[in-house]
């Protein structure tokens, strides 16, 4: 079946703008998890669902950062009064369950100008 | 933090056979090690995982020490296909999410 599947591809936005960021699981996945990579590092954990909840929101940088799975499937990372240093790739990545592993998308660009 | 320690980068001959080494001194008992690879600008992709026996798929080869310390990835036939970073991870099997450090740039060349 089709993999995991990130909207948009691309995405630029003026500082102090909100933004969205789409993830569609591969279906029948029940984790799901958010990462954001810069450039030359690794990426970086920012959010795990298991399920509707959010079972590790550990990673996210404050609280301008905000997800939701409110089906259990597609989920929506959400920025308010976005900064330069937002800028980065958004990943998303989904599991069977939270013991196996994990397939990721290609990946939301963002660029806050 | 990651939990693991990689070498910055490696480099390999077409046709021969990668091995990138792994420490992960720290590793509990309940710990698998996974090892994911990024090409660039693509999402991470999924290699091999295993807790303590030897591993083997269409992609690569794990080894595991016995002691569990340290592990290799072994990708046979080395293709320029196969230029990537490669990143080997810690991940406590049961709902935890995977932690990526800065992994290991592999360059294949002809």
């Known amino acids: 079946g089709a993999g995991v599947s990130q909207t948009p591809s691309n995405k630029v936005t003026e500082k102090g703008k909100y933004v969205e960021l789409r993830c569609d699981p591969i279906s029948g996945h029940t984790a799901l998890y958010w990462y954001r990579q810069s450039l030359g590092q690794g990426p970086e954990f920012l959010i795990y669902f298991q399920g509707t909840g959010a079972a590790d929101d550990s990673g996210l940088p404050n609280d301008r950062f905000f997800a939701v799975r409110p089906e259990g499937s597609v989920s929506t990372l959400k920025i308010q009064r976005t900064e330069r240093g937002d800028s980065a790739m958004y990943l998303c990545?989904?599991?069977?369950?939270?013991?196996?592993?994990?397939?990721f998308g290609q990946g939301t660009r963002l660029t806050v100008v | 933090d990651a939990k693991t320690t990689q070498p910055t980068s490696m480099d390999c001959a077409e046709g021969r056979a990668a091995n990138l080494p792994c420490n992960h001194s720290?590793?509990?008992?309940?710990?698998?090690v996974y090892w994911y690879r990024q090409i660039h600008s693509q999402g991470p992709q999924y290699i091999i995982h295993?807790?303590?026996n030897n591993e083997t798929n269409e992609m690569a080869s794990l080894i595991i020490t016995e002691d569990r310390k340290s592990s290799t990835l072994i990708l046979p036939h080395a293709t320029l296909r196969d230029t990537a970073v490669y990143y080997c991870i810690v991940r406590y099997q049961a709902g935890t999410a995977l932690i990526f450090g800065k992994g290991t740039t592999l360059s294949v060349s002809s």
């Open positions: 720290t590793i509990s008992g309940n710990e698998y």
């Open positions: 990545a989904s599991s069977l369950d939270s013991r196996t592993e994990a397939f």
């Open positions: 295993g807790l303590k």
